[in-house]
């Protein structure tokens, strides 16, 4: 694990010592968006097919949503996708390309490590080099790696070629959606990272405590309503769908985020199920490479690398939430 100083690779674990043992997430870099052709010249990078291609880990809950958003909006024949391989170690996120067969292949330049790409893309980058990153293949660069940008260009860019008008950020709703993704980021999404990465024990129980009061509040919410906004999926519940799903297998164990597990929330874990046996939906999430990656990578917090075999989670179970269908909605 490490980042990019000067053009060159320094492996260093994350710097909390200037936080009081706070880990504070960087900045996203390359915040582009792309535009539908004829409609909006302010940006160079021009929705069309087979341009752009996906950098992702199937560990991470960012470059997650990426993959959940491909697939929704039936992105899979116009955006191609590379997956790194599981463990993140010294070189950061790397590729296996020695085999034809290997699925962890950078398949547009065959980069060993992530963070190549990244040097192509800004020889001056500094920082961490993570995904997801969207790569416009015509002028080989990076779009844009900041992931709540690239499902919001999922989202609407595209749908002119896929024929794909679902609107998971309708604009009656985004005052809604903006305030429940504020709370879910800053409690949940990154709140489980600030539990894990915290060195110091105020860190870690500040970030527990507001992990738990707000799962505690969106308990409360779905006992009400199926989805976080009424009976309407939005982005909302796909942003804080990839830390629910990690969330027995991974950050219970790994993070310590341990009060409860999710499985003991009655609405919530149902909630989880409904939203994991949506179409397509299952097919991107990979718990076992989720622990690899976590269990593996992380050596500061689990030096042995050894990766749990538990616990047993049946995401198909029935999930009992569909006869909010019937009711009036909100
Ligand atoms: N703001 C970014 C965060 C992405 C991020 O932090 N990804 C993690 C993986 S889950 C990463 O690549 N970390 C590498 C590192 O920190 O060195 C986004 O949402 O796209």
């Known amino acids: 694990m490490g980042l990019l100083v000067d053009g060159q690779w320094v492996d260093e674990w994350y710097d909390t010592k200037a936080n009081q043992g706070e880990f504070k997430r960087q900045q996203s870099r390359f915040r582009h968006q792309i535009s539908k052709e004829g409609n909006d010249t302010s ?33 899979q024949p116009i955006i ?13 996120w790397e590729f296996s390309p020695q085999s034809e067969q290997s699925p962890y292949k950078d398949d547009i ?42 499902i919001r260009i999922m989202n609407s860019t595209f749908n002119h070629l896929t024929g794909n008008q679902n609107d998971y950020y309708p604009q009656a709703l985004r005052g809604e959606i903006d305030a429940i993704n504020q709370r879910v980021y800053d409690t949940i999404n990154n709140g489980v990272y600030r539990a894990g990465f915290a060195t110091s024990q105020s860190a870690y129980e500040q970030a527990f405590d507001a992990l738990f009061a707000s799962l505690d509040w969106l308990e409360q919410r779905l006992a009400t309503q199926r989805y976080l906004i009424g009976n309407q999926i939005t982005e909302a519940d796909w942003r804080l769908f990839t830390t ?22 009655h609405h919530l874990s ?39 075999k538990g616990p047993l989670l049946d995401f198909n179970a029935p999930h009992q939430r569909d006869h909010w269908e019937t009711l009036e909605p909100k």
């Open 43 to 75: 940006s160079p990078y021009i929705a069309e097919a087979d341009r752009y291609h996906l950098y992702v880990s199937l560990a991470c809950p960012w470059a997650h949503r990426t993959l959940i958003f491909r697939q929704l909006k039936q992105l």
């Open 80 to 92: 191609s996708v590379s997956v790194v391989q599981p463990k993140m170690l010294d070189n950061g």
């Open 109 to 150: 330049y065959g980069h060993d490590y992530l963070y190549q790409l990244y040097l192509q893309a800004a020889p001056d980058y500094q920082g961490r080099v993570t995904v997801p990153v969207l790569w416009d293949k015509q002028t080989q660069t990076i779009v844009n790696n900041e992931s709540s940008d690239i």
């Open 244 to 265: 629910l799903v990690r969330f027995d297998a991974v950050y219970f164990g790994h993070f310590k985020c341990n009060r409860q597990q999710l499985l003991d929330y």
């Open 270 to 308: 149902q909630y989880l199920r409904d939203l994991y046996q949506q179409p397509g939906i299952a097919a991107t999430v990979d718990l076992d490479y989720s622990k690899l990656h976590y269990y593996g990578s992380h050596k500061t917090i689990n030096p042995t690398g050894v990766i749990p």
